[in-house]
């Protein structure tokens, strides 16, 4: 396994400093291929048992948009290097449900970042994750602490 060492450092990055990813549609059979391994419940297997939920409708899992989410930061313009790694999540919550035909986007925003403490280098990265959908209707929010190597462990 390789790691990738283009991409951008901790000292690349800013707070304020705003990133944009490509889109992603969901489909009934994403969603539903999604819910019956990880969150196997009526309203996300199921659209006659659906219509009868709080959802009014085939809705995906949260988990299932956290993970698009995730996909989408990765390709993001981002671009870290040594990927994408999380140590943590602050918030996450999902105002509104995805449904079958939605297609995602994730507007991003660097928060705070520190250097860590026990490891020099790294720096730990807050970001502010907004995942829309077509309508630009906001379907999930978090604030992710990202780990992201620095160019130089020695520097304060």
Same mark, same amino acid.
Do not use: C
């Given at each position: 396994?390789?790691t990738?060492?283009?991409?951008?450092?901790?000292?690349?990055l800013?707070?304020?400093q705003? *990133?944009?990813?490509p889109?992603?549609e969901m489909? +009934?059979?994403?969603? !539903?291929?999604? %819910? $019956?391994?990880?969150?196997p419940?009526? *309203?996300?297997?199921?659209?006659?048992?659906?219509? +009868?939920?709080?959802? !009014?409708?085939? %809705? $995906?899992?949260?988990?299932?948009?956290?993970?698009?989410?995730?996909?989408?930061l990765?390709? +993001?313009?981002?671009?870290?290097?040594g990927?994408?790694?999380?140590?943590?999540?602050?918030?996450?919550?999902?105002?509104?449900?995805?449904?079958?035909?939605?297609?995602?986007?994730?507007?991003?925003?660097i928060?705070?970042?520190?250097?860590?403490?026990t490891?020099?280098?790294?720096?730990?990265?807050?970001?502010?994750?907004?995942?829309?959908?077509?309508?630009?209707?906001?379907?999930?929010?978090?604030?992710p602490?990202?780990?992201?190597?620095?160019?130089?462990?020695?520097?304060?």
């Amino acid at each position: 396994m390789t790691t990738t060492t283009t991409g951008r450092y901790y000292e690349d990055l800013q707070v304020g400093q705003r *990133f944009r990813t490509p889109t992603f549609e969901m489909t +009934s059979q994403a969603i !539903k291929e999604f %819910a $019956a391994q990880f969150d196997p419940q009526p *309203f996300h297997l199921d659209e006659v048992a659906a219509q +009868s939920s709080i959802f !009014k409708g085939l %809705a $995906a899992s949260g988990w299932h948009t956290a993970a698009v989410v995730m996909k989408l930061l990765v390709e +993001s313009d981002l671009n870290l290097v040594g990927g994408t790694i999380g140590g943590g999540v602050g918030e996450l919550r999902w105002p509104r449900a995805v449904r079958p035909g939605d297609v995602l986007r994730v507007e991003g925003e660097i928060l705070e970042m520190r250097r860590s403490r026990t490891r020099p280098e790294l720096g730990i990265v807050t970001v502010r994750l907004t995942a829309l959908n077509q309508a630009d209707e906001v379907v999930q929010i978090s604030t992710p602490a990202l780990m992201v190597p620095t160019r130089n462990p020695n520097a304060t």
